[in-house]
């Protein structure tokens, strides 16, 4: 069992920048992939980035490529995602997701863990 918070939404004009933070608890370990979606109102959960908890492999959605970073400190067991140049689309509840797979899914329903998810409200 794997537990998942989210910290670090918030509002932010378009441009700017936020940092998400998502602090893993329960059984935690290097084979551990973790991965942050988010998801619109009236949309689909969908994937933004993850990363394989070694850190060898990191993965982005276009739509997110360039403006976003994941870094992860394991000794912590916290994964953040740095978010900049901020869009009004980015607006939505991100989520955090765990899961034992050494794969980073870009489907959410074959993740085993979620938090509660953070805002982010992304105004012009």
């Known amino acids: 069992q794997v537990t998942l918070i989210e910290s670090g939404g918030g509002l932010v004009q378009a441009g700017g920048s936020l940092r998400l933070s998502c602090a893993a608890s329960g059984r935690t370990s290097d084979d ?3 991965a942050w979606f988010r998801q619109a109102p009236g949309k689909e959960r969908e994937f933004v980035a993850g990363i394989s908890w070694r850190g060898a492999r990191h993965s982005y959605a276009d739509s997110v490529q360039g403006r ?57």
């Not at 970073?69 to 980015?90: C, G």
């Not at 607006?91 to 980073?104: E, F, L």
């Not at 329903?109 to 105004?123: E, H, I, K, M, P």
């Open 32 to 34: 551990i992939t973790m």
């Open 68 to 124: 976003f970073t994941l870094s992860r400190d394991n000794a912590a067991n916290t994964l953040f995602l740095q978010m900049s140049s901020l869009k009004l689309e980015d607006t939505a509840v991100y989520y955090c997701a765990a899961d034992g797979s050494p794969n980073i899914h870009r489907i959410p329903s074959l993740w085993d863990y979620w938090g509660q998810g953070t805002q982010v409200t992304v105004s012009s």
